[in-house]
Nanobody
Framework: QVQLAESGGGLVQTGGSLRLSCAASGTFFRSNVMGWYRQAPGKERELVAVISSAGSTNYTPSVKGRFTISRDNAKTTVYLQMNNLKPEDTAVYYC????????????WGQGTQVAISS
């Protein structure tokens, strides 16, 4: 089992910045992927950015150049630095942890609200 503790959501104006953090604890494999997904009202949950334990990253096109995902493997913590935020970034952001080579969509955090005012 893996537990995820998220922090860092909030309300900011357009063009502002926020930093999300998610710390994983429990039992897991060293080879894993951590990342962030988001779900806006009336929409499906979508990938925002993920990063593997080896450092490989993947971003959804709409956040490239504005968001940066990073991780501290010693702390098993993933960060999402979000700059130049736009109203369309408003959503509940969920942390995800997935063991590589294990089927399934992994573990989810409880979600943190990010709201951008125009």
């Amino acid at each position: 089992q893996v537990q995820l503790a998220e922090s860092g959501g909030g309300l900011v104006q357009t063009g502002g910045s926020l930093r999300l953090s998610c710390a994983a604890s429990g039992t897991f494999f060293r080879s894993n992927v951590m990342g962030w997904y988001r779900q806006a009202p009336g929409k499906e949950r979508e990938l925002v950015a993920v990063i593997s334990s080896a450092g490989s990253t993947n971003y959804t096109p709409s956040v490239k150049g504005r968001f940066t995902i990073s991780r501290d493997n010693a702390k098993t913590t993933v960060y999402l630095q979000m700059n130049n935020l736009k109203p369309e970034d408003t959503a509940v952001y969920y942390c995800n942890f997935r063991n590589l080579y294990v089927a399934g969509d992994g573990y989810w955090g409880q979600g943190t609200q990010v709201a951008i005012s125009s």
